[in-house]
């Protein structure tokens, strides 16, 4: 076990606890379309965010015994388990971000720090940092297509990858999980920005929005 | 040399204006000069003509591998100002700026020098601090300065988005009245002219392709004409600096970066002044044509391509819809690109070089254009007495390595 | 416009995806203390700046942000090669004659400052 200063982020105590986009949603709204919306933005608030970062075989293998899947080696690889809940990102060769159901990623982390010992490694909680929104529908490419300078053809980006890019002048990890499905990670600062964003942009799609 | 004037024209109107004399000859290179000067843009020639009218060097040589004015002379966005914070560097451009302010006169040719003011915008706490701080040592030099808050800056710009709704909303800005524009030109010609009817050769289409160096001294230049000879060689190449310097064999502080300007469709008159935003990061002003004329930021990497990049465009455009939201859908005509030598502290050099009888005159960044009549007297001063003018002395490339930098980095503005 | 080959996230990007840091291979001197004042202000401010094959650094500033070299023409602005940090380039001046498009460049009118 590491001597590093842990503490779970999420406590019994009655504090109310806020997604980036609460703001927002206040602010801006969160439009709601009837059958004919061609795009749905959906936020994934409160997940577990963790960044790992140490040398790949050594973090393979404690993430493969805690977690039950392996890390992506592979640059801008995308992995899951089986109930598509949890996932480990590439994003940089020494860098992985992991995503988990909210309240999983304090005991996460402590597992892996165990396993890990005295391996040269770091993990950083960043789950207040940002926040995940999901698109689907049939404009969803199409609105990822003017907003992104990334190549989202399908012969670019096929499901499972994930990239670190431009997002309309911000930066956003853009990731795709499934056929129908595409993946925003944005930061807290740039959120309102960003949401704001698409909902301009997809005004044309008939956007519909679930907080 | 033919005098302009107002009679002037009208005489050769009669003559249906068939009889106006070249401005200047297209004489063949001699053997041997007292002086060369290596670049035909706006510095190189205002050196030439200094050094012939005012310090009576008249075997003088301008060699330029393209044609006249045809680097960053004629890619500049004409801005004229003086408002810089060092002493050093206010004297050396405030140098400039009284020449400027006689300049057509002098050269009987009109550059179309135009003082209508430079605002400097402050959009955060920090920039308004600096702009007083600037403004008061400008004034300690003797250069006119003003600070004004949001609503003086409202006043003189009526079309500028000065709301709270900005993304950077406008605090105040610096003002100086003697500053403005000129036509670049008009510069160069001008210049061109003088220099040639006191004597100097300019020499077009010829490129420097060496120097001729003898135990550290140089004796004369190669060039793609034949050799030509002199004890005093001038480097003013601006973006091509480096690449003489490494034919005299010794490296400069300098890197060349690609920056751009723009110029729209020509409108009627609508902004009567020059605006520069540092922090928004842009500067805009209209040309007596009508056009808007636009730059913003260098590249971030080095290039002699003349063009830059995309992103750069589209950033610089930005800064002035932000700033301006009535130019929203004006349309760009041209858009271009020069070849910028800067510097670590975003000043000049000036400077001998270790090769005795070698100057250099580089390094001016994206600001040399309102430098050019300062710049050409003081070098001017310095190859002809072999001593650095007093104004150029601390613009020494040897100040990199003594530490005494003269750092302008606020004052150069925009970009460096 | 550039569109860059990371070699760490083994493919080509968009240039607004990266930014460039200056000259490439410059070593800090190893005992700061012991340098003339020559030798310092060499090391910090002296820089190569050559019309042609230029070594140089580069950020994935938004991706992977791993710093990383590029081998590129300053005048046709081509990208000859890019490579990890530590590594050496295999295209130099000395290996590499004007490139075509370069040459192509420089004889066209204008492009000559």
New interface residues.
Partial sequence: MSNAATFDTRTDTAIPVESPLAYSYRHSGAPRAGSSSRLQLRERAMLGHLILRGGAIVLDEAVRDVLGISLPG???ALVQDASGERSIQW???D?WLVIVPGGEEFPLETQLRERLGDAHFAISDVSGGQTLLELSGEAARELLMKTV??DVHPSNFPVGKG????FAKA?TILRRPSEERWELVVRRSFADYCYRWLLDAAAEYDVNVQP | MQRYSGFGLVKHALSHHENWERQWRNPTPKKQYDVIIVGGGGHGLATAYYLAKEFGVKNVAVIEKGWLGGGNTARNTTIVRSNYLWDEAAALYEHAMKLWEGLSQDLNYNVMFSQRGVLNLGHTLQDMRDIQRRVNANRLNGIDGEVLDAKGVQELVPIMDCSKNARYPVMGASWQPRAGVARHDAVAWGYARGADAHGVDILQQTEVTGFKIRDGQIYGVHTNRGDIEAKTVGCVAAGNSSVLAKMGGFNLPLESHPLQALVSEPIKPILDTVVMSNHVHGYISQSDKGDLVIGAGIDGYNGYGQRGSYPTVEHTLQAIVEMFPIFSRVRMNRQWGGIVDTCPDACPIISKTPVKGLYFNCGWGTGGFKATPGSGHVFAASLAKGEMHPIAEPFSMFRFHSGALIDEHGAAGVAH | MFYIYCPYCGEHREEEEFHPKGQAHIERPKEPEACSDEEWGDYLFFRDNPRGVHHEMWVHAVGCRKFFNVTRHTVSYEILETYKMGEQPSITADSQGPSREAAAVSQKEGVRA
């Fill in positions: 592979q640059p801008q994003l940089s060769p860098e300078v990334y990239v670190t890019t431009v930066t």
